[in-house]
Nanobody, 120 residues
């Protein structure tokens, strides 16, 4: 059973940077796909970035070139480096584990509690 705990959220000005972390526990971590998702008030949850066990990644168009997903298998940790942040990036950010390299929330079955990112 995988458990996920996010950290690193906060408030920044436009153009600023944040680095989100997700600590995973459980033996299935290495074999899963991991992803970052976000949900703003009144909006649906959307995929931001995902990475698979081979290190292949994919990004939402809205964050390509600004965000970078990475992971440290030894530490069972997932990261999201967010640069050039915009007000529209404001949302609750969630870490999730699944079995396919997609940005579709329904393909992920384990979720963290989220960490708030506010850009203003």
């Amino acid at each position: 059973h995988v458990q996920l705990v996010e950290s690193g959220g906060g408030s920044v000005q436009p153009g600023g940077t944040l680095r989100l972390s997700c600590a995973a526990s459980g033996d299935t971590y290495i074999s899963t796909c991991m992803g970052w998702f976000r949900q703003a008030p009144g909006k649906e949850r959307e995929g931001v970035a995902a990475i698979d066990s081979l290190g292949r990644s994919r990004y939402a168009d809205s964050v390509t070139g600004r965000f970078t997903i990475s992971k440290d298998n030894d530490k069972k940790s997932l990261f999201l480096q967010m640069n050039s942040l915009k007000p529209e990036d404001t949302a609750m950010y969630y870490c999730a584990a699944g079995h396919s390299l997609t940005l579709t929330p329904m393909n992920y079955n384990v979720w963290g509690q989220g960490t708030q990112v506010t850009v203003s």
